[in-house]
DNA sequence: ATGCAGGCGCGCA
DNA sequence: TGCGCGCCTGCA
């Protein structure tokens, strides 16, 4: 890998496995917007940036070589080698092999914890574009404007002394449904016990999900997804029903309940159940396996 | 119009 | 410990 800054952006050159497409469309994150070149825009601690892949270059757009080396790098999980985990896991079996050569340009991104304790509490028992809207219209009424970019404006998502400003009442009206008030038993937990939920990525995995299960709103499913999307804890294995559709076409003919398949799936894939998950399930949405 | 998708909390066994 | 129900919204 090779990068350069030009005019507002940074040019990276042989930037192995990396798709936008992938990466923002696997389920992992809410606030990524497709623009009409096929680029797509998103917020991160109070930046915006814009990602463009034309033909073999990537391009951060909307930064400068400073943001690109403490923030970006990290984020875009840049320093980890895809290609071994990819390895490992295709000669696992023929069914990951081909989830892999499907998705092949997925990243796991380092996302905020707290965004994502509150973004996957909404996710509950919602679809994409609800949950994305219901985000938007958080970051809109609590969090600061941070400016715009090809004509949207984009907002930073509320701190928990932010969101803590909303009535339930409030967060109804951001269209986040029946979740209104695990929102705000959360955020008034937060509050309370001062609670920082990025320091449970010094937890152990079984620590952290045991931690995020004590909130109101997030059960297994959803602890999983915070651990593994704003925690790290990449031995977790995320179980919704796309996930359960695509295992028990690949692996498991019987009905299992879904701790079973969480359970055989973490015990298969061990310490890269995260990234298993994320082929998999990319695999299964796009092409409706199981439907 | 009505039925459906989606995961958690709760009540019940 | 495991099940079945109700919750809310937007779309077909």
Redesign the pocket.
């Known amino acids: 890998m090779r990068y350069y800054e030009q005019d507002n952006s940074i040019v990276i050159e042989n930037i192995g496995d990396f798709e936008p497409k992938h990466i923002f469309e696997c389920g992992q994150c809410f606030r990524w917007i497709k623009e009409e070149d096929d680029s797509y825009t998103g917020v991160f601690r109070d930046k915006i940036l814009n990602v463009k892949k034309e033909n073999d270059l990537v391009y951060f757009n909307n930064t400068n070589l400073k943001d690109f080396e403490e923030i970006w790098y990290d984020y875009f999980d840049l320093g980890t080698d895809y290609s071994k985990i990819k390895r490992i896991l295709s000669d696992m079996d023929e069914y990951l092999k081909k989830s892999i050569e499907f998705g092949y340009g997925i990243r796991i991104l380092k996302q905020d914890s707290w965004e994502m304790l509150i973004s996957f509490i909404i ?5 994409i ?2 949950i994305q809207k219901a985000i938007n219209n958080l970051s809109r009424e609590y969090g600061k404007y941070i400016g715009s970019y090809n004509g949207e404006d984009y907002y930073s998502f509320p701190t928990p002394e932010e969101l803590n400003k909303a009535s339930i009442e409030d967060i ?1 009206n951001c ?1 986040t ?2 979740r209104d008030k695990y929102i705000k038993t959360t955020t008034e937990r937060v509050i309370n016990d001062n609670d920082d939920v990025s320091n449970y990525r010094n937890l152990s995995t079984e620590e952290c999900l045991k931690e995020l299960l004590k909130f ?8 999983d997804c915070i651990a593994l999307f704003g925690m790290q804890k990449m031995d977790t294995f995320p179980v ?3 996930v359960k559709r695509v295992m028990q076409e690949f692996y498991i003919k019987e009905d299992l ?1 879904l ?1 079973k398949i969480r359970k055989f799936a973490i015990d298969k894939f061990g310490d890269l159940s995260g990234y298993a998950q994320q082929y998999l399930f990319y695999y299964a949405r796009e092409l409706g396996i199981g439907r």
């Open positions: 996710s509950s028992n919602n679809r574009p609800m109804r269209k449904g029946f109101n709103g997030v059960g297994a499913k959803v602890g919704d029903v796309w309940s701790p």
